[in-house]
């Protein structure tokens, strides 16, 4: 299968070339089985985008920090939380060259604008309006921004000035291991309903759009629409975090590096507080009132990911947030006193339909948790059939948050149907839990859950299916809704992508990501979750391949700590 290649620029020979260059790079997508000719185009050409998106941001990230190309971690995520939209702004604003089709898939090329407009102070905006928002007798420009922002604009002496700017929308999130591309990029695509909401500010509808792509197939794609209200900021600006060092998504090799950065505050600094990997670490001195505070600090690190959260609020209530991702190599030492604890769940019969195998998946990753993982048999906790009420899954869940401690690795599984409350959203269905009523396990629930655990090693595994017909892409959505909601710091979610209870088997007799799970743990993997992720996907396009069928895909979400492994 053809892979995704960038193509070499011609050496620059000063600061002025450099500035002028453009990147031309190429990204590939394979056609899917089971859909007709034209969505397998359509959908093809849209994973070939994602791939060279990722491209041009690295791109894009080695002009701004030099030296460091090729020394980038696997995992990189771009966007204003990690002080990077300007990267993405400039990948998304590059034209399509051409498309080209062969046997396997879709191949686009893409050229970048200008290596120096990467820096340029003026945003730049995909679509804007003309409004008087402030009703002063003079129009502002509002707009979509490519780093994902809404801005505000007026013309003053010939030139736009920004009076407010929303948080960025625009995310890109990428990994790639052995040529094997992970990809997830949500943008601002434009704007409607500009209307009034009292003096100074205006109500919004922004329509986004959010696009996966998995090892060359298309996972899902869906837009969304949601209201916000900007706010012209006229007396100060916001605050503003900038991190010097350390260098976002950099492997290192020493236990401990500095953080050093400036937080700036023209209306004064309230607070500000550092958390690294879920825990506060750093808090400024009590009634700051600073217009800006250097930080000169040094991070532990621990082997694997390491997470540093930097949050400040100035006087005005107003907050910013900058994360830092740095990665030490090595092995991880055994914690002293860590424990394995597991709930583990499995449903097969509701009142509209049956999860065949489910009970005895649940079954088999107890037992290989015991004997494949290092799980102890009591710390390993069994709900299945009947017995796994909604009340008896949550009971269950806070016994083990009442016996974990903050060392311990926690496993939650389950297997079983899920389905949309009565909001809309996805649950996960209990054996007591009826048909579009809210008496299941929510994303809530499980958010709840996951963070009343003092622990931040915690790996959910959810092998699911839905009995009704809706399509693919609304599917994918609820359920990439349900798993960011739940995910986060030291919390990984793998599911499945919510297929029919049939294709949830396939060919064998059990559920296909269990399977691969517990192949993975019994030694065909290390172990680790991305690890997993990959075998249980790797696993469900090929079984979906041999029946020439659409593979509907599981999913990978959350921010992972340290080295998360179930081994």
Known sequence: MPSATSTPEPAPTNAADIAQQRVTVEGFGAFPVGVSQAQARQMAGQVALLSAYRQLTLKAR????????????????????????????????????????????????????????????????????????????VNETIGAGYDGRIYVLREQAGRLRVLAATPGYAELHSSVRNQWEHVLLTRLDSLSSIEPAGRGRVRVVAHLSRTEAVGGFLAGAATEEREILVTLDKDEPAPEIQVSEPLDFIPVDPDKVPLKGLLTAPSRLSKAVLVVNGTQVWSSPPRLQARSLKLDLMLDLIPGFNRALLQVVDSQNRPAEREVVVFRRGEPAPLKGQQKRALVVGVESYPDG??????????????????????????????????????????????????????????????????????????????????????????????????????????????????????????????????????????????????????????????????????????????????????????????????????????????????????
Do not use: C
């Open 62 to 137: 080695a002009f701004s920090q030099p030296g460091h190309e090729g020394n980038e971690l696997q995992e990189v995520t771009v966007s204003a939380r990690h002080g990077s939209p300007a990267w993405l702004a400039w990948a998304l604003r590059s034209e399509p060259l051409t498309a080209v089709e062969d046997a396997h898939g879709v191949k686009v090329t893409l050229k970048s604008p200008p290596l120096g407009e990467i820096a340029s102070a003026t945003p730049f905006l995909s679509r804007t309006s003309i409004y008087d928002i402030d009703r002063d007798g």
């Open 354 to 567: 049956k999860v065949a195998h489910a009970v005895s998946d649940a079954r088999a990753m107890a037992r290989t948790l015991v004997e494949k993982a290092g799980f102890p048999a009591q710390q390993v906790t069994a709900l299945e059939g009947p017995a796994a009420t909604r009340d008896a899954i949550a009971k269950a869940m806070g016994a083990l948050t009442f016996d974990s401690g903050q060392q311990d690795l926690v496993v939650f599984y389950f297997a079983g149907m899920s389905g949309l409350n009565a909001l809309g959203n996805k649950q996960l269905m209990a054996s007591d839990t009826q048909p579009d009523s809210q008496n299941g396990v929510s994303a809530e629930d499980l958010q709840r859950f996951l963070n009343d655990l003092p622990t931040h090693n915690v790996v959910v595994l959810l092998d699911t299916a839905r009995a009704d017909r809706s399509e693919a892409d609304s599917r994918w959505l609820a359920n990439d809704d349900f798993l960011t909601r739940s995910g986060g710091v030291g919390r990984l979610i793998l599911s499945t992508g919510d297929p029919s209870p049939a294709e949830r088997v396939g060919s064998g007799s059990g559920g296909v990501v269990t399977r691969k799970l517990v192949e993975g743990l019994a030694g065909q993997t290390g172990g680790t979750v991305q690890e997993l992720y990959r075998f249980a996907y790797e696993g469900v396009a090929r079984e979906a391949a041999e029946r020439k069928v659409l593979p509907i895909l599981p999913l990978l979400r959350g921010r992972p700590v340290g080295v998360q492994s179930l081994r």
